[in-house]
């Protein structure tokens, strides 16, 4: 029960992505090390196929990957995976799952999360919206802003599909626009300096 005990204030960062994402993930895991004291949040716009990304991804990186399950803790030095169908939601330092607020269309999993993490997480945010289709996401990004978060969009020449770190670009609460490769530095060192002024 350890683990209960981890203060909740240390940065999430929600890497939000379709398709294309899935070069884009391995491209970020690759180059993040496991000891930079953050949570990774994986947040695939999918609705109903399942996500095999937590079977995918440990081969790319020394965390912990884990799919949510409800009520699951949050914990530094883990990549956690959304399940398909579900809104992703934090409270009380837990995940907390809830049936998809639209099940048809083109879901916004990665602005509901996000918009969650705003409200419900005392630690720094970083939102990251990587290659997919329509533009999930984006109307969570000023937001993200106006509570001290940062904010990064893949680079659109590195991008499968750049729909979506387009319409991120477009809201100008844009931070940072840079290749997998760029961002996991900047994550480094967003998790350094946030260590240092502890």
């Known amino acids: 029960m350890e683990t209960k005990m981890v203060a909740k204030d240390f940065p999430v960062v929600c890497v939000g992505g379709s398709a294309g994402g899935l070069d884009a ?9 496991a000891d930079m004291g953050v949570a990774v949040v994986i947040v695939n716009h999918v609705r ?59 879901p916004d999993v990665i602005t509901v999360f996000l918009h969650s993490l705003t409200e419900h997480w005392d630690g720094k945010l970083i939102a990251v ?20 978060g940062i904010t990064i969009a893949q680079k659109l020449d590195t991008a499968g599909q750049p729909d979506m770190p387009e319409s991120a670009i477009a809201t100008g609460c844009i931070d940072f626009i840079l290749s997998p490769e760029d961002i996991a530095r900047e994550i480094v060192r967003i998790a350094h300096a946030v260590s240092r002024a502890e």
Not at 25 to 33: A, D, M, S, V
Not at 76 to 92: G, T
Not at 131 to 146: F, H, T
């Open 48 to 106: 109903t196929v399942s996500t095999l990304l937590h079977e995918i991804l440990p081969r790319f990186t020394d965390m912990p990957v884990e799919l949510i399950t409800e009520k699951l803790d949050i914990q530094p030095d883990h990549v956690f995976i959304i399940p398909s169908n579900r809104d992703l939601h934090v409270l009380d330092g837990e995940f907390r799952l809830e049936p998809i607020s639209k099940p048809r269309g083109w």
């Open 129 to 148: 919206i990587v290659s997919g289709y329509d533009g999930d996401g984006a109307a969570a990004l000023c937001g993200i802003k106006e509570v001290g």
């Open 25 to 33: 993930y391995t491209r970020l895991l690759r180059h993040l090390p």
